[in-house]
């Protein structure tokens, strides 16, 4: 699968969930939720979580855990190709924390790429943001009003 049809880790809703995922045995929707606001302090809405773990578990990412008793959902865990995708995830936000530091480049907020000379920049809440282009911009300003 290449890069680009790969789901986006761009921000620490995300990145926080698929952590939990990569050290849990198994975390719901639910649980989730909770240990984003304990840990983070930070309210996340409960739409895009479960939207996110969907398509998590549509990228075959995640599966459900059975339980033979309950038809109920007792929380997901990763596949071996959602812990690829995680490692793959990691690496790159190790890769743009490295980048960034040694030699202050300027990257993409949307999809990471580096920056040159031709950049967008645009303001997003009370941040100025760069962007490769308006439609990264554009991405990322929807992206930032679910949250
Ligand atoms: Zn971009």
Known sequence: M???DDIRVQNLT???TIMLLNTSKSAT???ILKRLARDLGKTASPTYVYDFLKMLKAKGYIKD???SK???SKGYYLTSSGKEFV?????RF???IELSIQSKIKICASCGVKLYEDYYTEKIGDE???FCCTHCAKAYRSEYHQK
Do not use: D, P
């Open 70 to 72: 309950t038809k109920r």
């Open 14 to 16: 995300r990145l926080y």
């Open 87 to 91: 490692s793959r995830v990691l690496l």
């Open 29 to 31: 929707g639910y649980s």
């Open 94 to 96: 190790n890769n743009l």
């Open 2 to 4: 290449s890069e680009i």
């Open 65 to 67: 855990v059975k339980t």
């Open 128 to 130: 100025e943001l760069n």
